[in-house]
Each structure stands twice: as C-alpha cells, then as structure tokens.
C-alpha cells in the first residue's frame, strides 16, 4: 500500500524514466544516400529553385542544415519530390565544398559578409565608359574581391560608342587583364556577345557592375531566348541606373558551355572581409620578393622589401604600384 505525506519514504516514489513519454533527441542523421544532386539557380525568400538533371525544382533547407546557408552556385544534394510540378517542395540536406566564394561587405566598416555567388570560376566586371561615368575605384575594389576569392577577372567595357575605351585601358594596362569592349549596336547584332561568349565557355562566371552600366542588357544577349531578364535606365539627373535584377541568378549559355550568373546592381562593394595578404598572389613575380619583409609587413611601408625586389629589377615598378593601389583600395572608402 503507498503511503502519502509525512509517512512516506524513498521507496514510495514512482520513478519515471521520461515524464514526457517520448524518445530522447539524439545526434544521429539519415545519411540521405538516395538523395540527388542539384545546382543552385537563383534563391529568393527562403525558396531555392535548383537544377537536378534537365527538371528545375523548388527546395527548402533541411533543418540540420543548421545556419548553413545554400547560394546561387552551390552544389547541393536534395530529397524529396523532385517532379518538378506546380506546389511540390523538396529539402537540401547537404551542400558540397565550395571551390571558390565571392563575398562583399555592405561597407568597409560592416564585419557581416553577404555570399554573392558560389563555385565561380570568372568574375566579369562590367563598366560602362559613358552614361554613367566609369568609376576605376569600382573596378579596384571588384579585382581585390576577386583576387582574394581565386577568381580570375575580365573586364567589360560597354557603351564605346558614347567615348573611347583608350584611357580606361590604360588605367589597367599593368595589371594584365583580358577584356572585352562592347558598344550597343553590336549588342543588338549580337557581335558583342559572340566576343564575350568566347571568355566565357566552359566556366562559370558571375557578372558584377553598377547600375546602369548595361550588365542586364549583356547578359540577356548571351543566353537563349525566353530566359532574359528585365532592364532598366539611367536617371537623367543622378546619372546612377535603377536596380531592375534584385537576385542572383544562374543562366546557362547556348549548347551547355557554361553558366553566367547576373547578381544585382550594386553602388558599393565593400571589403572588410579581405585579408591583404591574398592580394599579392594575383602578381606571381612579386611574391618571392616578400621573403625579405618585415614580419607582418603590409606590402605597402616604407620597410617593405618589395622596393629593392624592383630597383633590383626582378619585376616591372607599374605591377608593384597596381599591387599598393589595390591594397590601399581596401583600406580607402569608394569615393574619398
């Protein structure tokens, strides 16, 4: 008989393993080995439209996941309804290891980095020479991104029809660049995009550039049709474009020889996330030049070994000096 109040003792209590009565968490996840992989299209609000072999599908993060967020670019691996049909949803429940990330801050003094796209191999860097004016502190800031992410840039110089492209060529001769220049009248001929579609088959390349400079208009000239994307214009009186293209999206070119992913319009490109001394591995002839640096040396003090690697002439002294534009690029506001 159990006993109540005063009278009980330890062996009156009724033990229960689990109040609950349910099973306890474990750590233990389903491996998913059926599940099929998939490439990252364009990502808007929580909703991932993916490739999973020639059926574009709408997923959703799997919880495990964590905070661990997919990008347009990533290599994923997705279970569930992968029909393709109106209203179905399937899950990611692993992304594959990055082989490059493009990131940007939203200003220099902002420590959060926002993911632009991943697994590019190319970052082209559109510029138009007129309507709006070209901005080489833009440019600057796009080749660290891109040097410190192991992408290789190409610029694209739009609108040479409005004023030449020798000055701007110029500004960049030393870092050895390739480019491209483009005018509009080849870009409704489609000469322009033949040109550019020969930097750009085989790769994955994402398309950076202010507004206005006509990186949209480029893009829906590569692809094929039915898959071109809204453009806007110049503000007469700001001489900045409006933003049209509000996500990232991936675009295959004609006959599967690559991808292009046209990101957003951006009037800045900062780089708090950059660490200085990923820069100099884009010039190869200055590196072994460092060996006689001070420790911690910036590249960019008057102790820097860099000076007599180049009076020595072991390396031209215009890639030293793009090398220190670069480098003070970062620590200097778009703009100053």
Not at 28 to 34: F, L, N, S, T, V
Not at 192 to 200: G, T, Y
Not at 291 to 312: F, I, K, M
Request: contains cysteine; hydrophobic residues 35%.
């Amino acid at each position: 008989m159990r006993r109540y109040g005063k009278h009980t003792d330890e062996d009156d209590i009724r033990q229960r393993p689990n109040p609950k009565g349910n099973r306890a968490r474990t750590n233990i996840r389903p491996k998913h080995e059926d599940a099929s992989e998939g490439f990252v299209l364009t990502v808007d609000r929580g909703r991932l439209t993916c490739l999973v072999g020639d059926r574009t599908i709408t997923a959703m993060k799997a919880r495990e996941l964590g905070r661990k967020a997919a990008v347009v670019g990533d290599r994923v691996w997705i279970v569930g309804d992968l029909s393709g049909k109106k209203d179905t949803l399937a899950r990611i429940v692993r992304i594959e290891e990055r082989k490059s990330v493009l990131r940007r801050t939203a200003d220099d003094d902002d420590p959060y980095e926002r993911v632009v796209v991943a697994n590019a191999d190319q970052l082209a860097i559109v510029t138009a020479l007129a309507d709006p004016e070209p901005r080489p502190r833009m440019i600057d800031r796009c080749l660290v991104a891109a040097y410190d992410a192991g992408l290789e840039p190409l610029l694209v110089l739009t609108k040479s029809d409005l004023t030449s492209a020798d000055k701007i060529l110029e500004i960049y001769s030393t870092f050895g660049l390739n480019y491209v220049v483009t005018n509009r009248e080849e870009l409704a001929t489609g000469g322009a995009a033949d040109r550019v579609r020969e930097r750009l088959n085989g790769r994955i390349t994402a398309f950076v550039g202010h507004s206005g400079v006509g990186k949209t208009t480029l893009v829906n000239s590569l692809v094929a049709e039915g898959r071109q994307r809204a453009t806007g214009h110049v503000n007469a009186v700001t001489g900045r474009g409006r933003h049209t293209t509000t996500s990232a999206l991936a675009l295959p070119l004609p006959a599967g020889d690559g991808w292009v992913i046209d990101t957003p319009g951006v009037r800045s490109f900062g780089l708090h996330h950059v660490d200085p001394s990923r820069v100099i591995l884009a010039f190869p002839e200055l590196v072994p030049g460092t060996e006689g640096c001070p420790r911690a040396c910036s590249h960019d003090e008057p102790d820097c070994a860099l000076d007599q690697w180049v009076e020595d002439g072991h390396a031209d002294p215009a890639r030293l000096y793009s090398l220190r534009r670069l480098l003070q690029t970062r620590e200097r506001r778009e703009g100053d």
